[in-house]
């Protein structure tokens, strides 16, 4: 459980699934499952409700594995439920397969939530649960939560985090550096923002793709050439693009309405937060290195493997190379 939604996992043996063998030879076969998922996801749509304060949350549809429970063939569903409020508790309504495919079907539930954990068991006679939280979200931690998804997201994010050292392999004075990171953060601030507010709609894949060829480039800027005056604005120019890859993360897990605005601020100053920590370990060192000799060489083998990095991530994103 998280915030404002909940993660579904839903089991069901394969045995309980007989109507979606349309072939009548005891197995589901994936053919059979894809052919049917429009089915499948209205029955489950129908017949699966979460509900907040008597209200419906809203359910999506993630997508579903063939796989084993206990040595018992079945399939598992992904299933995500969302609430407009911070979810405090939540009711089950579990109403499938009793009334027609299986009467006697059972399913066990397992509720986590943090270190958490509460339990039942659904069967005909008890199809509805209640789940109340001993620690709810509120306002404040979920602001708290979006800050801390954006540190994790520049510390995990490895192609962001390549990039901003291929810059910074050039910058001799702490000014310089300054103006590179300042740079990068008012560019990505600014797609970051279009993109969750929906005024920009970017190509998740050309954005990828995008990513990796930004880093690419500066690379080989750090090869061809001995002056970077102007890297403030190369920087810049492809921080928009970095910018539209971190709101494709932060759409990956949602922003909550209720606290959309103050979502959006922290987890940017996460990404910040990040952002300057590998800053202040990095710079002092490269400082350091900058007054020996063999610097330059350093820059000049140390880009060329940046950019064979990043030219394999843009083979494989833009689909020349398996991913």
């Known amino acids: 459980m998280q915030e404002t939604g909940v993660d579904y996992r839903l089991f069901i043996p394969e045995y309980s699934l007989t109507a979606y063998d349309t072939d009548h030879d005891g197995r589901l076969t994936e053919n059979e499952l894809s052919s049917q998922q429009a089915q499948i996801e209205q029955e489950l749509r129908a017949h699966l409700q979460l509900q907040q304060d008597m209200t419906d949350m809203e359910f999506s549809f993630r997508g579903w594995q063939r796989t084993e429970k206990e040595s018992i063939p079945g399939v598992s569903f992904s299933l995500y439920y969302t609430s407009a409020q911070p979810i405090s508790g939540f009711t089950i309504q579990y109403n499938l397969l009793f009334d027609d495919a299986d009467p006697n079907h059972l399913n066990f539930a397992v509720i986590l939530d943090g270190d958490d954990a509460d339990q039942t068991i659904f069967d005909a006679q008890h199809r509805t649960y209640r789940y109340q939280s001993l620690h709810p979200a509120t306002a404040l931690t979920t602001v708290w ?51 969750s507010t929906g005024w920009i709609h970017p190509s998740s894949s050309w954005v990828e793709a995008g990513i990796a060829a930004t880093i690419c480039y500066v690379a080989l800027e750090n090869i061809w050439s001995s002056r970077h005056e102007q890297r403030w604005l190369v920087t810049f120019v492809f921080g928009l693009i970095h910018g539209m890859g971190f709101a494709g993360a932060l759409g990956e897990i949602g922003l909550p309405p209720y606290a959309f605005a103050s979502s959006l601020l922290t987890f940017n100053l996460g990404v910040e937060t990040g952002q300057l920590a590998v800053v202040a370990a990095v710079m002092p060192i490269l400082l350091w290195l900058r007054k020996k000799a063999g610097y330059r060489a350093l820059v000049i083998y140390g880009s060329a493997a940046i950019f064979l990095q990043a030219l394999w991530w843009l083979l494989e994103r833009i689909g020349l190379l398996p991913g």
């Open 145 to 195: 939560r979006y800050f801390v998804l954006g540190i994790e997201h520049i510390l995990t994010g490895y192609d962001h985090l390549l990039f901003l050292f291929s810059l910074l392999l050039i910058a001799g004075r702490y000014m310089d550096m300054l103006r590179i990171v300042t740079a990068f953060t008012v560019a990505h601030s600014i797609t970051l923002i279009a993109a």
